[in-house]
């Protein structure tokens, strides 16, 4: 049951915690969430307007670990990190957790709920805004559930992912 509980909790809450932590992060640690070029100019290629597209920044994860190795490395590192992880505990009890039975989600949609964590971590609201009217629309009107600041919640944006990349694979099928 605890297994299931931490499951939970981290799928529905990690990108709203990542987002919430990691100006904290920078603050406390002085070192600042590195932005992926790469990602950032695949975006730009793709968007209608490349100038108002937001920097991609590399993965939470990838960019703590670089704030936890810089911070160590000091004088007083032990100490500040243990700051900055009573820190990350407080903001994580702040965060509302919905632990109401969760739908199973198959391995595709797994890899599509990743790249939706992706898309709501770069914070590009446009952008996942576009994605999202226009893979309803193809999909037939899938109701995408949003959070209390009127985004895609992380899950209803993976399925509608998938439910686009489904009909998009049946219609290439039928079109042949």
């Given amino acids: 049951m605890r297994e299931a509980d931490a499951s939970i909790a981290y799928r529905i809450t990690h990108p709203q915690f990542h987002r919430a932590f990691g100006p904290v992060l920078e603050e406390l640690s002085g070192v600042a969430w590195p932005i992926d070029k790469k990602a950032t100019e695949a975006k730009r290629k793709a968007a209608t307007f490349p100038e108002k597209v937001k920097p ?3 993965s939470f994860n990838a960019f703590a670990n670089k704030a936890k190795a810089t911070v160590l490395k000091q004088d007083g590192g032990e100490e500040l990190w243990a700051t900055i992880e009573q820190r990350a505990l407080e903001l994580s009890r702040t965060l509302a957790i919905n632990a109401a039975p969760v739908e199973r989600l198959s391995p595709y949609t797994q890899e599509n709920l990743r790249k939706a964590e992706g898309w709501i971590a770069d914070g590009d ?8 009217s226009q893979f309803s629309d193809y999909v037939g009107g899938y109701d995408v559930k949003r959070d209390e600041d009127n985004h895609p919640e992380v899950e209803s944006l993976a399925r509608l992912i998938t439910k686009f990349l489904a009909k998009k694979r049946e219609d290439d099928l039928n079109a042949d």
Avoid at 125 to 132: G, N, P, Q, S, T
């Fill in 125 to 132: 609201w446009d952008f996942i805004e576009r994605k999202v």
């Fill in 56 to 58: 991609a920044y590399v």
